[in-house]
């Protein structure tokens, strides 16, 4: 419903900003992190939102980029990961790092965010990993053409998957991906770079 909201950044407060609108304040909840990054108060702002609808509670979060919002969005569709867990992981853990850890099902880096226990930190690495091969299978339907020199470069395709976990479509990583020059890059960079391309 809410894509982004703009405005001035009126206060700061514990766990959420008020963002000013045209005299309408928006009680946006973000990370710490996010919120230090947002600027000071009186800035003009623009966030990133999620507009989450229940029964008791209507909440609006915020990100300072629309990979965030991606990460989020994929963290609140695992089972048993709530919008409190998933925005505490923004503040310890960056989009790209967090998709190279499903991808390479790295358990130790997702257990070092708050609330997420070995048991969640594989149930995450499932489920996620599990969309990534099912746009896989889609993609082999429509006899998609993956480049040989991807299939050729592991850490590439590495990337390119982490990239899936984060949303995108794997025709457009390619695009990206092959306008990189990935002499020397480590997998997180690629990615990194990657992300940059997607996002113009």
Known sequence: MLAYIRGTL????????VIDVGGLGYKVYMS?????????LGDTVKVHTYYQVREDD????GFNTSEELIMFELMISV???GAKTALAMLAVIEPSKFALAVISEDVTTLTQIPGIGPKSAKRIILELKDKVKKEEQIAQAQNIEIQKAV???NKVTEAISALQVLGYNKRDIEQAINKIDKKDMSVEDIIK???AILSL
């Open 10 to 17: 009126e206060s700061k407060m514990k766990g959420y900003v």
């Open 32 to 40: 710490d992190v996010g919120m230090d990054r947002l600027g000071k």
């Open 58 to 61: 209507i909440s609006i979060f």
């Open 79 to 81: 089972s048993g990961i």
């Open 151 to 153: 299939i050729n470069d």
């Open 193 to 195: 770079k990657g992300l």
